[in-house]
């Protein structure tokens, strides 16, 4: 039975992403560009919040709960305990902000502790509509990205540019590893069965 036929998808995988980087680098306002949360208010993160953004890819259903966590150094602890468990982060600089890019490093480093983790991370570098205030050259955001093996985009929040094409690399990402992780289950899955087949057969 085609299952999509009859409005509702095969599959249904949560994943859990998480925005780190800086205070004020606009990982509230890209989140919130994404998700199309219309509230104008930008004040500081305080602690952690998410939102929910659901999207089907093929007959899957992927149910994204992203995690916002905050930049201020006093929430940095906290910030990094919801490190834990995700499938994918979205690291975050500005471009108008050198320090924000040079303590990407520290934010990798955060990631990379999780021990026996494996995530998909995208890098950005955004408020890219300020070009007259830039600190951070394009070619720096490509380099740094080149070397942690990681996709690379130039993004505004403000001028929705880059957003949905960052977010849709991350999540097809993830989606192709857990599809890839699911086919092996499932061979696995039919050789156990076809075993147990023959065995009761003779
Ligand atoms: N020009 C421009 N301003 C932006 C952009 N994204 C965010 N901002 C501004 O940058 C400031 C900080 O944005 P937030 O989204 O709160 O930043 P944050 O990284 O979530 O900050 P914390 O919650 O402190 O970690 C706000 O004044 C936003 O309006 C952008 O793409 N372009």
């Not at 995530?119 to 490509?142: M, T, Y």
């Not at 696995?188 to 009761?200: A, G, W």
């Amino acid at each position: 039975m085609d299952a999509m036929a009859h409005g509702y998808p095969l599959k249904c995988f949560l994943v859990k992403l998480v925005m780190a980087g800086d205070s004020s680098v606009g990982k509230t306002s890209v989140l919130r560009r994404y998700v199309d949360d219309p509230d104008p208010s930008f004040i500081a993160t305080i602690g952690i919040d998410f939102k929910i953004k659901t999207l089907t890819i093929d007959e899957t259903m992927l149910k994204l709960q992203i995690w916002d966590t905050a930049g201020q150094e006093r929430f940095h602890t906290l910030s990094v305990s919801y490190f834990r468990g995700a499938q994918g982060f979205v690291l975050v600089y500005d471009i108008t902000n050198s320090d924000s890019f040079k303590n990407i490093e520290y934010w990798m480093k955060d990631i990379q502790k999780r021990e026996g983790e494996d995530a998909e991370i995208i890098l950005l570098g955004n408020k890219c509509d300020k070009e007259e205030a830039r600190a951070v050259s394009k070619e720096k955001g490509e380099k740094l990205a080149w070397e942690y093996g990681i996709p690379f985009f130039e993004t505004s929040a403000i001028n929705n540019i880059n957003i949905d094409q960052a977010f849709s690399t991350l999540v097809e990402a993830i989606y192709s590893k857990k599809a890839s992780l699911q086919l092996a289950a499932d061979t696995v899955n039919l050789r156990e069965s076809k075993k147990k087949d023959s065995c009761c057969n003779t």
